[in-house]
Structure formats: C-alpha cells, structure tokens
C-alpha cells in the first residue's frame, strides 16, 4: 500500500463498517461502529477492495506475513515476519499488490466508537496512526503471541450479546493494543539504533550545508517535512524515531542548528541581529530572538557581548 499521487482517480470512500462488509460480500458486522475481521487461516481478497480508497474509521492491521523488501530510509529491508499497521480516518490508501499473503487480524472501529471515552483525545498522541505504511511495526514472536491475544479478546467480545460493559470492555483492549504498539515501536527504534544513527547524521549534514550556503535566504527555515523528504520517512516516524535515539524532535533538531549557526554569525561577524535573523530564513526578528533568549538563556546581544 502506498499514499495515492495527485494524479490518480478519486478514491471510493466508506463511511461505514456495514458499507465495507457489503462491498467484501462479508456478512453484517454485529457491532455498527467496531468490528474484527479474522483472516489467519485465509488471505483477504484485496481484489475485491476498491482502488484507491479512504474509510471514515481507523483500521489497525496485523499481518502474517510481510513480504518482500520493505524500504526503510534510504535503503531496502526484506521482511519474512508479521507486523502491524496503523491507519487513520480519512488516509487514501492504494494496493499495488492483490495477490500476496494478506492473512492477519484486522480491527475496524469508528471514532463515533470513542465518543465520551478518555481514548477519545488520547488516541491522537499515537503517532503511529501518521506513519506511512513501509514504517510497520516488525514484531518478534513473543510480541507476535501478545498483539494476536488481544485481537482475540476483541473478536470473541463482539461476539457477545452488548451489554452495559461492552464499550468499555473493547475500549480497554484497544488502548491496550496502542499501549503494547508503543512499547513495541520503542524496541524497534532501539534495535535499528546503528541505522537512526546513520539517518541523523545525514540530517545533521544536510541542515548544516542548508544554513551555510544561504539556502535560507531563498527557501526559508527548513521544515519537519523537509527533513523526512531527505530520508524518506514521515514526519512523524522522524521525530519519533528521533526522540527516542537523542530524546529531542525533528524540529528540536532544526532549532538546535539553528541556535549553533546563530552562535557562530554572532560571534565571528559583526552582522546585527536583525540581519543574522534574514539571514537564517526568519521573517522577523522578534521570532528569533525569542527562540535565541528560549534557548540559551541570554538574547543574541547579550551573548555577543558575553562572548566578547
């Protein structure tokens, strides 16, 4: 699956799990807004699935097997294990590949579901859900043994007849299965610990030519975005990938080198304030003052005359 281009057709779109299980030929979901589709004996048949298309619900995948390579930055992984994938309301997906091994579980469920619950809000601080889909979570066999586990507590309490303790029940296994899903995704950014370090080291290249060759000038303060753009990730799977390896951000980043270049204009030209500013791609100077004093503890003129 890949994010649609802007060339591509409108996508088909479901606004509903009922709406979903038609267009599959699966029977009515016993649920109206959450539902499990268990396919670990039999692969889903995504021929069957519109191309492209968005839901209106978030789908959270566990998948048999993933094959094939996998690219992660910039370089090519090749994947014979499970893992996960994590997909919000409203993202377009695309799949390039309706033949391969789809078996896993699949859980669908409506932000209608989350209504006056604590998940509602929370749900958001999971980044996963912004990640694009060749940054799935890869999953050891113990980890494998745990997701699947709850997938099956999901499953068999839709299976029940809804009571006053059903909402609370799946909800408290979602947040579960999120939990876990963080736990694991903190592991996987520890294990590629040697490539993250590669990654930010190109980072840190590719922000210092940036500042030292006036690119600032003409295209701004770089971005979030322009830095995934350069190792290929999104902008969320960078900064959590970065928080995790140096426990600061992607823009964190970009401040720090901004601060470090700063530094070194103040104290090796006489340019003012105002012009270090330009010539770092802010539009006003107030801004980065503030950012400079927020940092550092001192404005730009008084750590040029500190220095000095």
């Known amino acids: 699956m890949r994010a649609m281009s802007k060339e591509k057709k409108i996508p088909y779109r479901f606004e509903s799990l009922s709406q979903l299980r038609a267009y599959m030929g699966l029977p009515k979901p016993s649920h109206p807004l959450v539902m499990v589709s268990n396919s670990m004996t ?25 094959e094939g390579q996998l690219k992660y930055g910039q370089r090519f992984y090749d994947y014979e294990e499970g893992g996960m994938m994590f997909i ?10 309706s033949h391969g091994d789809h078996s896993g579980y699949s859980l ?31 999953l050891s066999e113990k980890e494998k043994e745990i997701i699947i586990s709850v997938f099956k507590v999901i499953e068999e309490e839709l299976q029940l007849p809804i009571d006053d303790f059903s909402q609370d029940i799946v909800i408290s296994q979602i947040e579960l299965l999120l939990n876990y ?44 975005q322009s830095l995934a753009d350069q190792v290929n990730l999104s902008p969320s799977y960078l900064s959590d990938m970065l928080r995790s390896l140096t426990g600061r951000n992607a823009q964190q ?41 927020a940092k550092t503890d001192q404005s730009p003129l008084e750590f040029r005359r500190s220095f000095n």
């Open 42 to 66: 039999k692969g889903v048949d995504l021929s069957k699935v519109p191309n492209p298309h968005v839901k209106s619900f978030y789908k959270i995948s566990y998948l048999k097997n993933i």
């Open 88 to 97: 919000a309301p409203n993202q377009v997906i695309e799949t390039d590949d």
């Open 108 to 138: 669908f469920f409506h932000p209608d579901f989350l209504l006056n619950t604590s998940l509602a809000s929370k749900i958001r601080q999971y980044g996963f859900f912004s990640y694009e889909v060749n940054e799935a979570l890869h």
């Open 181 to 224: 899903s963080n736990r694991y995704y903190k592991r996987q950014f520890i294990t590629q610990k040697a490539l993250n370090s590669d990654i930010l080291q190109k980072l840190e290249a590719y922000l210092d030519h940036y500042l030292s060759n006036e690119k600032p000038l003409t295209e701004g303060i770089p971005t979030v």
């Open 253 to 293: 980043l970009i401040h720090d080198k901004l601060i470090e270049k700063a530094k070194e204009l103040l104290t090796t030209t006489s340019l003012t304030v105002g012009e270090v500013a330009y010539q770092l791609g802010f539009e006003y100077s107030q801004s980065f003052s503030r950012l400079f004093k």
